[in-house]
């Protein structure tokens, strides 16, 4: 892996005080490399894993023409004969029947969809556009407008969804229900996923109280712990929740050291703040590559990131704010890239929607804000966002009641309500 100083000394212009969070995401992706390890597994317990190697299809998908109606399946040259076509049906195909049938000039098949197309035929007929059907002397014939289909309609062709020796799925994704289902389509069993990755979490802050215990004056109870549980659940990693660890140099360096020797990320919250006068800054430096940054944004300026090494072991280092907004913030907006990255997903950028902001936002440029709105609709039925009350960053709350982030970029000045804005949903994120 790149070292931190190493990625930082390509940037012209760093300035950790005041680092915009494009650079900030820039320098931890040059320093997250994916993690080794693969195993094979049977596609079901491959859910949400992510895809170590190309799936290749075996076959091609569907695997024969085939019907995409319920009508009669006939060759086209027949619709050449004048304004009504009438021809005899000379059988019936299933879905999932192959018997020989095979229509001369004039014929059709009454076809089901699905079926595989006989033999010549390359054009159905829906049944709701034949016009009649009729029963002479055991013969049935039908009518239909030589104009309701043209050549090739409801036909589905062999291959025309994946052909055999297509890539079917590509190393990095993250299998979703649809993906399952797609191999199982394809009749494959097992594939190969990267292994699991391990993230070790734990809070530092003497004024931390754990559920159970009394709420003691000026004290609050740990509630990042239980955020950072449920969003890293979300990212099917290994989790090791190590609790509330003591403002003590030794007991934060043996759990700095723990996390370090067990995991492949460590994520903690609290003691990263300018002038505070704890301990967990000091033992972050001194156990690796550990940068301080002011980053400008809000909420979540204070952050610590780098590579931390105990007895030969790394792990990533995320050193995030104590506030409970900050944290979920800093999470989605640098932790979760970086996880996918080790965990060797190629997850595209969350979209940023632009919908009229409902009210007017105090902003100053030089800072990315993400503010907790709701997205609904307008009185006229447009989509709308307004900003969910309390904006401060220990209202947990306003996450809670949130359906997306307002992001106010970098360079975004005050926003009038009527404006523009840009959101990113919460939808398969939270
Ligand atoms: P810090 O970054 O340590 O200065 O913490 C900033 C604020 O977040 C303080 O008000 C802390 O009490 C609060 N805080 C820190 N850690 C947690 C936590 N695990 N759960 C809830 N609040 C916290
Ligand atoms: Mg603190």
Redesign the pocket.
């Known amino acids: 892996m790149p070292s931190l100083q190493s990625v930082i000394s390509c940037l012209s212009d760093y300035d950790p005080t005041a680092l915009p969070v494009a650079q900030a995401n820039q320098i931890i992706e040059g320093v997250a490399e994916p993690v080794s390890g693969i195993e094979q597994l049977a596609i079901r317990e491959a859910l949400d894993r992510v895809l170590a190697e190309d799936v290749i299809s075996p076959i091609d998908v569907p695997a024969h023409d085939n019907s995409a109606m319920d009508g009669y399946a006939f060759a086209s040259a027949d619709l050449a004969g004048g304004n009504e076509v009438a021809l005899t049906v000379i059988g019936t195909r299933f879905a999932g029947d192959a018997a020989a049938l095979v229509p001369a000039a004039g014929q059709a098949v009454r076809i089901m969809t699905g079926a595989v197309m006989p033999a010549g035929c390359d054009t159905v007929i829906p049944q709701e556009f034949v016009q009649g059907v009729d029963e002479t002397a055991g013969a049935t014939r039908i009518r239909f407008a030589a104009d309701a289909v043209r050549p090739g309609d409801n036909r589905r062709l062999r291959g025309e969804d994946l052909a055999q020796g297509q890539p079917a799925l590509t190393a990095g994704r993250i299998l979703k229900p649809a993906d399952i289902g797609m191999l199982a389509s394809l009749g494959i069993a097992e594939v190969k996923v990267r292994r699991r990755l391990r993230v070790a979490f734990f809070s ?2 003497d004024e931390l109280r754990s559920i159970g215990e009394p709420l003691d004056a000026g004290c609050v109870y740990d509630s990042n712990r239980y955020t950072l549980h449920g969003m890293l659940r979300r990212l099917n990693v290994e989790l090791l929740d190590m609790g509330v660890v003591r403002d003590d140099p030794q007991a934060l360096e043996a759990a700095f050291r723990r996390a370090c020797e067990n995991a492949d990320a460590v994520i903690t919250s ?2 990263v703040s300018v002038g ?1 006068a ?1 301990h967990t800054k000091a033992i972050m430096a001194k156990l690796g590559d550990v940068t301080f940054w002011k980053i400008a944004m809000r909420p979540g300026r204070p952050m610590a990131f780098g590579r931390i090494e105990s007895h030969g072991q790394h792990a990533l280092l995320f050193g995030l704010p ?1 506030n409970p907004v900050a944290v979920m913030v800093t999470f989605y907006h640098f932790v979760r890239a970086a996880l996918h990255r080790l965990m060797g997903a190629s997850v595209a950028p969350l979209p940023l929607m632009r919908v009229r902001s409902a009210q007017a936002i105090r902003k100053k440029p030089g800072r990315t804000e993400y503010q907790r709105g709701i997205l609904g609709a307008g009185a006229d039925g447009v989509p709308e966002v307004r900003i969910t009350g309390q904006q401060g960053s220990g209202v947990l709350r306003s996450m809670s009641e949130a359906n997306c982030f307002i992001v106010l970029g970098h360079e975004q000045g005050a926003v009038g309500a009527g404006d523009m804005v840009e959101v990113m949903l919460f939808d398969g994120l939270v």
Request: avoid cysteine; hydrophobic fraction near 0%.
């Open positions: 530092t802050g609290g003691g505070e704890d104590g």
